[in-house]
């Protein structure tokens, strides 16, 4: 994580009332996370990307602060297999804000935002859609980049053999491709929704033929 991306941390954190010391105490407990050996996408390079995205988003600037905390904790907590990664993930993003004198409702905001991150439904909440869509960028980029995405999504399955691997990789992206929108904001929608139908069915192509 280069040093610019560290200093907007601790900007947002003095945003939110905290003081440079506690924001760099987390920034080391963040890095330290997505810096684990098991992780190849879920990353600080997930994260840059999610932020890069978010910049780009119009709104409220409280609101957006607060979904920038939902993106920098939303995967503080991964391993490939479990399934309450993102449970655990607020569970530090609220240790977080308690330690930061956060108000309930604040907290319940991010809460929401991290929990819309598991099965990616944004259930008419804009906000979530615009925090699943961030998440989801990666859908959208550019063909070279996605087949990057799709072989570090593998090396974190790495213990699932290749038939099983693929078969299950493919149904899951076969669902988003069945799903009327894939991207719920329409502002996003826009700008990420014909190129991440591309990068789908490139990639559901490649694993039905076996391919991972």
């Not at 330290?32 to 879920?42: I, L, Q, V």
């Not at 099965?119 to 979530?128: E, G």
């Not at 669902?175 to 990420?192: D, M, N």
Request: some cysteine; overall charge negative.
């Amino acid at each position: 994580m280069d040093y610019a991306t560290k200093q907007r941390w601790v900007e947002l954190v003095e945003f939110l009332g905290g003081t440079r010391a506690f924001a760099l105490t987390w920034h080391q407990r963040l890095v330290a996370c997505y810096s684990e050996k098991h992780r190849s996408y879920h990353t600080l390079q997930h994260i840059e990307e999610c932020l890069e995205e978010l910049d780009e988003i119009e709104g409220d600037e409280e609101r957006l602060a607060l979904i920038e905390i939902a993106l920098w904790f939303h995967d503080a907590v991964y391993q490939p297999l479990a399934n309450d990664n993102e449970e655990r993930s607020f569970a530090m993003a609220k240790e977080f804000m308690l330690e930061c004198e956060a108000t309930e409702s604040v907290i319940e905001f991010v809460r929401d935002m991290i929990l819309a991150t598991k099965k990616h439904r944004a259930k008419d909440d804009m906000d979530a859609a615009i925090m699943i869509g961030l998440d989801l960028n990666i859908f959208a980029r550019e063909p070279k980049r996605y087949a990057e995405y799709e072989k570090q999504i593998r090396e974190e399955y790495a213990a699932v053999p290749l038939a099983e691997y693929c078969s299950k990789r493919a149904a899951i992206l076969e669902e988003f491709l069945a799903r009327p929108v894939i991207y719920e904001s329409e502002t996003i929608r826009e700008v990420y929704e014909e190129p991440a139908r591309f990068n789908l069915e490139t990639a559901v192509a490649r694993l039905k033929s076996g391919i991972a």
